[in-house]
């Protein structure tokens, strides 16, 4: 009984690791409390970077919710989320440059 719940729960968690392997970074994530942004968000720099191909990566704050900032704008990244500055633009927020 007690072996067979072991099994079931390695099994459980081994498929729960799939699946979250095959998720992209910014699918369902939404930044620190900014749900419904309408775009994808990112937790880190590098994942924004291969997504957003050649366009700006922007960081939006999680104290100064509607506004990005460029590269050498805004406060310290601590506590927020990058983006795409087209997508953010079309959504309607505020890019900061430097």
């Known amino acids: 009984m007690i072996l ?14 799939s ?5 992209p970074s910014w699918a369902g994530h939404a930044g620190n409390g ?3 942004s309408g775009f994808p968000q990112y937790r880190n720099r590098a994942d ?15 104290e100064h919710k509607g506004v990005y900032y460029v590269d050498g704008a805004g406060p ?7 983006a795409c500055m087209a997508a953010v633009k079309k959504a309607g927020y505020q890019v900061v440059n430097g």
């Open 48 to 62: 924004a970077e291969k997504d957003c191909g050649g366009d700006t990566v922007v960081w939006g704050s999680s």
């Open 4 to 17: 067979r719940r072991l099994v079931r729960t390695a099994v459980v968690v081994s498929i729960s690791l």
């Open 19 to 23: 699946i979250a392997a095959a998720i």
């Open 76 to 82: 310290t990244r601590v506590g927020g989320f990058y």
């Open 34 to 36: 900014a749900a419904g």
